[in-house]
């Protein structure tokens, strides 16, 4: 039983014992009733006695989640209003990063949660991918206003100041490279997400691809975390800066007063970290108390319960609204940016910032995890004849698959190590599958090429059925021959079908092979894209399931590069998504 129903179940309780109370005490009840009204009236207070406030018997029990960078003014605020006369509530105020806060949401365990107060509103659109992508339910969120923000800015040591005396900054200078940048992995910090889309706005029309190198450049030994990257400032050569929020060089100076930071404000214009009130809504302990027709069945109490909830949540989000002295204190500008600082290495009025979209940034990150991580993968694609089948677009699946695979390796990054297979019934003698390119860094420049040119190939080498039990598990098995623990070892495979390969081992033995030869430690995680509508996606499931990998479906030809993109971005954290 949840927290919610077992207070809810307790409220129950309790009021129906009270009914029996009073029927026994009504009597009693009525002649104190008299009593203290004519006592009220004897005493010249029958107004205020008509008007007391009903005492709080039983207060609310809140739960809220708030990133770590404003959980403290949180926590200060949702405590006085605990303690206000009118409120009937008891908030828990938890620190929590807000990835943390995502993954936990997405895996379906936090039903205990009653409001979330993230870092931005990205995080919603990245904790649904989360949980549609581990088949579970969205939570249900309500996105209200934000209570603080605080805009993205190009952070320097105070020491190393001069280096920019007279000089603008802006982001079309971290994109040429002319400004040494430190930026933290997007993936963790919102400022830096902030800050690339900042960046891919100033990117001239026709020229996306000095976005990627750029962020090529900046993923090379990103530090971590925020602080990470401030550490790293201080070492750095004179002229580097880190991409920060406003508010995170504020609290640096208050923490830490050894090596204190300037904030410097991009020319060019920048973006805001916006941190939404998210209200959990939770309607499953009404619907349990509904019968089959649809009718209330008991469920007063427990809607009186839900509705008193409400008005504390409520109350406390107005709370938190109306306090921007509070968060002005730690370094926040108001819900719209506005509002006045008053702290060391940050200008006192509000500089002009723009509204930074949820889809772009989720795009962005989609590029990143694939131009960042350092990897190994073996690509194995079906070359089948059925890819020969054509598309909407009036281009065949192979054609398709040829364009975004070509794509997606000219984005790698040269950390990571490609290698490419093709498969189908019967490739070599009785193998179905063919070493087309080995596993090999895309640093060198004469491999990068190979690997383009072998899938520029690719439609000439259409044939046979789909092979893909024995492919499967002499991929993995080739990508352990050269195991890598300083690395994500995987098998990318792409496929429009399913298993065709009759004299060759079942699911079932591909199954229990790949169990036992995860059982040393050496994990190989097998990250499967279904191409079309005639896929296996249960076997796909399976396979992914036995390795610690994942399946995609691409049921639109539209979807290839995006779902590709997806497969590719997320294989850093594999196995353990």
């Keep these: 039983m949840s927290r ?102 997405a895996s379906g365990n936090g039903s205990d949660i009653d409001a979330w107060i993230p870092d931005s509103p990205v995080w919603l659109v990245r904790m649904a991918a989360s949980a549609r992508s581990l088949g579970r339910d969205v939570p249900n969120l309500a996105l209200e206003r934000s209570i603080a923000s605080s805009p993205v800015v190009f952070a320097a040591t105070v020491s190393g100041a ?50 990627q190198n750029a ?64 209200r959990l809504l939770d309607e499953s302990e009404l619907a349990k108390n509904l019968d ?14 839900l509705e008193q909830r409400a008005r504390q949540l409520d109350a406390l989000k107005i709370a938190l609204w109306d306090d921007s002295d509070r968060f002005a204190a730690e370094g926040f500008r108001d819900g719209t940016g506005g ?73 790698l990054s040269e950390a990571v190590d490609v290698g490419v297979w093709a498969f189908s019934t019967t490739r070599i003698g009785d193998q179905d599958w063919e070493d087309l390119s080995p596993i090999e860094p895309l640093a060198d420049e004469s491999h990068r090429t190979q690997v383009l040119d072998v899938l520029a190939s690719l439609p000439a080498r259409l ?21 890598d623990p300083e690395t994500v070892n995987s098998v990318l495979l792409l496929t429009d079908g399913r298993n065709e390969d009759e004299n060759g081992i079942s699911r079932d033995q591909l199954l229990d092979e790949l169990a036992a030869l995860g059982e040393d430690g050496k994990q190989v995680p097998v990250v499967l894209v279904g191409i079309g509508p005639d896929t296996d996606l249960e076997s796909m499931r399976l396979i992914a399931e036995a390795t610690g990998g994942a399946a995609y479906s691409a049921q639109q030809p539209q979807d290839l590069k995006t779902v590709l993109t997806d497969a590719l971005s997320q294989r850093s954290c594999r196995p353990n998504c």
Excluded at 185 to 190: C, I
Excluded at 292 to 305: L, S
């Design 4 to 105: 919610r129903s077992e207070r809810a179940e307790r409220e129950m309780s309790r009021r129906r014992h009270r009914r029996v109370v009073m029927m026994v005490v009504a009597a009693v009840a009525g002649v104190a009733l008299v009593g203290g009204a004519g006592a009220a009236w004897a005493a010249g207070s029958f107004d205020t006695w008509l008007s007391a406030e009903p005492r709080c018997d039983a207060p609310v029990e809140l739960t809220v989640v708030a990133d770590t960078a404003i959980a403290r003014p949180v926590k200060a605020i949702a405590a006085e209003y605990d303690a206000r006369e009118d409120a009937c509530s008891r908030t828990d105020v938890v620190a929590q990063d807000s990835a943390d806060t995502a993954a936990l949401l």
């Design 162 to 211: 001069d280096a920019f005396a007279g000089r603008s900054l802006s982001w079309t200078d971290v994109l040429s490279g002319d400004l040494p940048t430190l930026l933290a992995d997007p993936e963790a910090s919102s400022a830096s997400l902030n800050g690339l889309q900042a960046m891919e706005r100033a990117v001239p029309i026709g020229q996306a691809r000095q976005f």
């Design 215 to 278: 962020m090529i450049r900046l993923s090379d030994g990103a530090p971590a975390r925020v602080d990470a990257a401030f550490a790293s400032l201080v070492v750095s050569p004179p002229g580097t800066v880190a991409i920060a929020s406003e508010q995170q060089v504020a609290m640096h100076n208050h923490d830490d007063a050894s090596s204190p930071m300037l904030a410097l404000y991009p020319s060019d214009g920048t973006l805001a970290l916006q941190f939404p009130f998210l």
């Design 292 to 305: 089959a027709g649809g009718e209330p069945e008991g469920d007063e109490d427990t809607r009186a319960e």
């Design 339 to 411: 509002g006045e600082l008053d702290q060391d290495g940050v200008i006192a009025d509000a500089t002009e910032v723009g509204s930074a979209a949820a889809s772009a940034q989720v795009s962005i990150l989609r590029t990143w995890g694939v131009v960042s991580l350092r990897s190994r993968i073996l690509s194995v694609i079906d070359v089948s004849g059925s890819m020969e089948e054509p598309t909407v677009t009036g281009l065949r699946r192979i054609d398709l698959l040829q364009q975004a695979a070509s794509s997606t390796v000219s984005q």
């Design 463 to 483: 044939g046979g059925a789909t092979g893909l039990y024995d492919t499967t598990l002499a991929a993995v098995k080739q990508v352990r021959a050269a195991y």
